[in-house]
């Protein structure tokens, strides 16, 4: 898939992804894998490349809680999707592909579903490139 216009890629690891242009960077400090935070106007996105990523079952109890795999570049992926019960987050859309001893997860957490459906594009947009 093609970034989309005013989006650009970002390089995690043997990972890329695109990211909406407004999304900025929080600094924080990663302990054992690549993590980033990126916020943006009404979504935040949070990025985890390495050996342990978040469960996704643990949300298993939000509302609308939904679990489906799919295939992202070509790999094993599962997607989840709930109604967040907390503030300021109305939705959430999490990914997580295993790259063979690490995984990449991204959340997207946003203020509403129509929001959310930015998560669609960064999904579909990962790529692995093997460095």
């Not at 400090?29 to 342990?52: C, F, K, M, T, W």
């Not at 992926?77 to 295993?98: C, I, Y």
């Not at 995984?103 to 998560?119: E, H, I, N, W, Y």
């Amino acid at each position: 898939m093609s970034t989309p216009q005013g989006w650009r890629t970002l390089d995690v690891a043997a990972v890329r992804f695109a990211v909406p242009g407004d999304a900025r960077a929080a600094d924080i400090q990663p302990i054992d894998s690549q993590v980033g935070i990126l916020r943006g106007s009404g979504y935040e996105l949070i990025y985890d490349y390495g050996h342990a990523g978040e469960s996704l079952s643990d949300n298993r109890d939000e509302p609308e809680f939904v679990m489906h795999e799919r295939r992202i570049d070509g790999r094993a992926a599962v997607e989840v999707s709930f109604t967040a019960s907390g503030q300021p987050w109305g939705a959430v859309r999490l990914l997580q592909v295993k790259d063979g001893a690490n995984s990449l997860t991204v959340r997207v957490s946003c203020v509403d579903q129509q929001t959310c459906q930015l998560a669609t594009a960064v999904f579909q947009s990962v790529t692995f490139t093997g460095r």
